[in-house]
């Protein structure tokens, strides 16, 4: 769900997602000044829906965690590497809603928020899909689909 609703608080406000992508590509030297960073806002929205709604359809669970924990450390990756820059624009990573005043401290509390969601996927992954008790370590995994 949170990963939804970041891309949709995103497709709300793409300009601010703009201007943060745009800074971090641009220091990376991975982006020349002037180009246009919309359609990777647009694919990085289409990507967040997408993944979010893997993770609640409980299809492959354990593949969708995977893939979500990778997403969240390239973020975090991300959002570290922007906390430490201090000429860059708060993340935006939750559209126009903002953490902090300041925007490496808005950076650093999105630092913490991608923490609390990997260790929340880590915790999910003994649990069944549709299931509250926890699989014992020598139990078989579930069964594929």
Known sequence: ?????????????????????????????????????????????????????????????????RIAAGTLLAFTGYLVAMSFDPAAPPCACTGGIVLAQHAQASNFFGVGRNLVLLASLILAAPFETGSLTPRSAGSPPPERV
Do not use: C, F, N
Not at 10 to 35: C, E, M, W, Y
Not at 39 to 53: R, S, T
């Open 1 to 65: 769900m949170v990963l939804i609703a970041a891309a949709l608080a995103k497709a709300k406000r793409p300009a601010l997602v703009q201007l943060s992508l745009g800074h971090a590509l641009g220091r990376a030297g991975l982006l020349d000044t002037g180009v246009r960073t919309y359609p990777l806002v647009v694919l990085l929205i289409a990507l967040e829906i997408l993944l979010g709604v893997w993770l609640i359809s409980g299809w492959r669970p354990r593949r969708a965690r």
